[in-house]
């Protein structure tokens, strides 16, 4: 964690703000991204490298699939009503527009409760991708009347 200086300091609360809206906002819509996917910047293989790369960190074991690009499986075990329980997913990768990669999850196994709860983990582990596509595609400038 943060010193106790920088967490005072007017910028690291203005970014822990930033965080929060986040997280405020993307509860409220993840349920449309479970079915549809989502969007984010970047290549297939930079995004399976950063899903390999902070599966550890938020518990969640993740290995490629065979014989294919942009296939992972992975394994989530988390607490849902005082019992631990395993929930087993697949992620696709699909390329989107040029730049950009469409993560799409899906349930194979375990609690629905338990894939939403780490669906939002793999939304969270994508945050910064998440937002740079959103910044990329948002309406910028005046508007104007045709």
Sequence with gaps: DALPIFATHP???????????????????????ISTGFTVRGLREQVANKILELGPKYETEINKGENSEGFFYATHSTVVEGRKIAVRMGIQLMPAAAGYCKVKAYRIGGKTEAFHEWF???????REEIQACDEDTAVVGESELL
């Design 120 to 126: 939002r983990l793999l939304r969270d582990m994508l």
């Design 11 to 33: 910028l690291a609360r203005r970014l822990n703000r930033v965080r929060e809206m986040f997280d405020a906002s993307d509860a409220l819509y993840y349920k449309n991204y």
